[in-house]
């Protein structure tokens, strides 16, 4: 729902929304994606995680 309403925003602004809070799962990005995120800002989800690779691996595949 935030979302929804930070994407109307940008969009009156004629400006790229970049979602950068609660992404953690590549269903988020999907999501996101969907809403109308044009990019993300991950860092304590992947700097907090015993394996940051897998992290990232998983989170790309909500770019598919």
């Known amino acids: 729902d ?5 994407v109307n925003i940008a969009k009156n602004a004629d400006i790229p929304l970049i979602v ?8 988020d990005i999907t999501t996101s994606l969907n809403l109308g ?13 015993e394996n940051p690779r897998t992290v990232i691996e998983n989170l790309a595949k909500g770019f598919k």
């Open 2 to 6: 935030i979302v929804k309403k930070a």
């Open 20 to 27: 950068g809070a609660g992404i953690q799962t590549k269903e």
């Open 37 to 49: 995120a044009s990019g993300f800002a991950i860092a304590s989800g992947i700097m907090n995680a």
